[in-house]
């Protein structure tokens, strides 16, 4: 039984004019050596594109999830497109890739992952959503109501085959720990988890009438594996649609309320997420707010049939108009939460040496 695998792998190598837009010269050389890999048939297929500053290789192939000659490719296309970024002195050249030598798996050494491999569907579709200026736990909210809210998934109450619901794998990225947890029979328990998104994150689900693989999420945290800021870990995600899984339109459905995550600017703030159409995958405004798109696939004999963009949608223009009133409202508050996060949520922060200097000058309450 032949099985495609699909990987998406991601980092941010360099960006124009600070970390705004992947520069062109960075695809270029990434989409060479995947057609390279093509050609000798390591890859079934590829597409290269950006979300913000983040690059994104899109990779089919038979080789199973966690290869070690597929992750090695990825991080090889990202060192070759470091180079090029140093040339150009590129803004965060290299900023995502933590390690000088691969070691094996590209997980925990920078970039992000997600990936799934299936048995072909008579026709497969698939979305893949790739987010800048925000982290992994702001895929919670979308996929939480993907899967298990009915007032977002008409599947869930209509279509027999998948109305006995999924099944969820949930990481606590703090403690390295996973757990697996059932809807909607355990709904509130999950959700008493998925609300901290800084800490618990979906990673995987499977639809539980047989166990088939229904969505995988890159759940890298750089920040925790580098020990210090490095940049935020704009998350990627891999969607399985129609026909026993939520129809494309459920998919993307939940996008259409801009909702807040954490990130924007300086990794630090919480702002509203903004469906945008590829062309508009560029956070400008106070490095934001942050964006998620939507590229719609047809999986053929593991080759990508697409995108379709799907966010480019004159639907959507409601939810961006709304994102920048939501933007606009948050950056009043500057400095102050709930826009700047919490002091253990923040990328970087002066709290630490501004309590040093006023060590002397704090005196009791009396
Ligand atoms: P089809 O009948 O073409 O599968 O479409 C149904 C559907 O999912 C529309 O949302
Ligand atoms: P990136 O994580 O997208 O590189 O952004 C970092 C940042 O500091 C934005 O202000
Ligand atoms: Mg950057
Ligand atoms: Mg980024």
């Not at 050389?29 to 890999?37: P, T, V």
């Not at 403690?175 to 998925?194: G, N």
């Not at 409601?318 to 920048?324: D, K, N, P, Q, T």
Request: hydrophobic share 40%; aromatic share 10%; net charge negative.
């Amino acid at each position: 039984m032949v099985k495609t695998t699909i990987s998406v792998i991601k980092a941010d190598v360099g960006s124009i004019a600070g970390h705004g837009l992947a520069h062109p010269a960075l695809l270029k050389k990434c989409e060479e050596i995947l057609e390279n890999a093509k050609e000798e048939e390591l890859l079934m297929d590829y597409y290269v594109t950006n979300c913000g500053d983040d690059t994104e290789l899109i990779m089919t192939h038979r080789n199973g999830e966690e290869n070690e000659d597929i992750h090695k490719l990825a991080w090889h296309a990202f060192i070759e497109a470091t180079k090029i970024a140093k040339e150009l002195k590129l803004y965060g050249a290299g900023q995502d890739l933590l390690a000088d030598t691969f070691s094996g798996n590209i997980k925990g050494m920078g970039p992000g992952v997600a990936e799934m491999e299936f048995k072909e569907r008579p026709s497969d579709p698939v979305v893949i959503f790739a987010c800048d200026k925000t982290e992994p736990g702001a895929f919670n909210l979308p996929i939480y109501k993907m899967f298990a809210d009915p007032f977002n998934t008409a599947g869930l109450v209509i279509d027999s085959s998948l109305h006995n619901g999924f099944k969820f794998e949930i990481f606590d990225v703090m403690e390295h720990k996973k757990v697996f947890m059932s809807c909607p029979d355990e709904m509130y328990d999950l959700l008493a988890l998925l609300g901290t998104t800084n800490r618990y994150v979906i990673k995987r689900i499977w639809r539980r009438d047989d166990n088939e693989i229904a969505a995988s999420v890159s759940t890298e945290r750089l920040n925790l594996m580098a020990g210090k800021y490095v940049g935020k870990d704009d998350p990627v995600a891999i969607v399985r649609s129609q026909s026993g899984f939520p129809a494309a339109g459920e998919v993307v459905e939940p996008f259409a309320f801009p909702h807040l995550v954490g990130g924007w600017m300086r990794g630090s703030h919480n702002g509203p997420l903004m469906p945008v159409a590829q062309k508009n995958a560029y956070p400008v405004r106070f490095d934001g707010p942050p964006r998620v798109i939507a590229m719609g696939f047809q999986i053929a004999d593991s080759k990508l049939i697409g995108p379709a963009d799907m966010f480019d949608d004159p639907a959507y223009d409601r939810s961006r108009v709304l994102a920048s009133e939501i933007a606009e409202y948050m950056r009043r508050h500057g400095p102050f939460e709930p826009h700047r996060l919490p002091a253990d949520e923040m990328e970087y922060t002066t709290l630490p040496g501004v309590l040093e200097k006023l060590q002397d000058r704090f005196e009791d309450i009396d």
